[in-house]
């Protein structure tokens, strides 16, 4: 059974940086587009980033582009987040998920493995 765990969220000041990890257990990750997502309270969960495992194609959501950098190593069956300039409204708690999909995607409904979630609180 595929699991996903999520790592490096934390409490950081305005315009600082995080690196989100999450490691996938239980089978190899080259099947499966990877995605982040967060929820910040009382929101609903938002798609932030996915890449693809074909060809490394990417996708962001607008306000975190330019800011937020996906990669993935199917080696070690590894997905990162990278967050710079961290802004307060980034607030919320971040989850990984995966889809077995060679394209990019970026609609929560179509992931169906989803990690448990990991903090990220940005300071003003």
């Known amino acids: 059974q595929v699991q996903l765990v999520e790592s490096g969220g934390g409490l950081v000041q305005a315009g600082g940086s995080l690196r989100l990890s999450c490691v996938v257990s239980g089978g190899p990750i080259n099947n499966y587009c990877m995605g982040w997502f967060r929820q910040a309270p009382g929101k609903e969960r938002e798609f932030v980033s996915a890449i693809s495992w074909t060809d490394g194609s990417t996708s962001y959501t607008d306000s975190v582009k330019g800011r937020f950098t996906i990669s993935r190593d199917n080696a070690k069956n590894m997905a990162y987040l990278q967050m710079n300039s961290l802004k307060p409204e980034d607030t919320a708690v971040y989850y990984c998920?995966?889809?077995?999909?060679?394209?990019?995607?970026?609609?929560?409904?179509?992931?169906?493995?989803w990690g448990q979630g990991t903090q990220v609180t940005v300071s003003s």
């Open positions: 998920a995966a889809v077995r999909s060679r394209k990019v995607v970026p609609t929560e409904y179509e992931y169906d493995l």
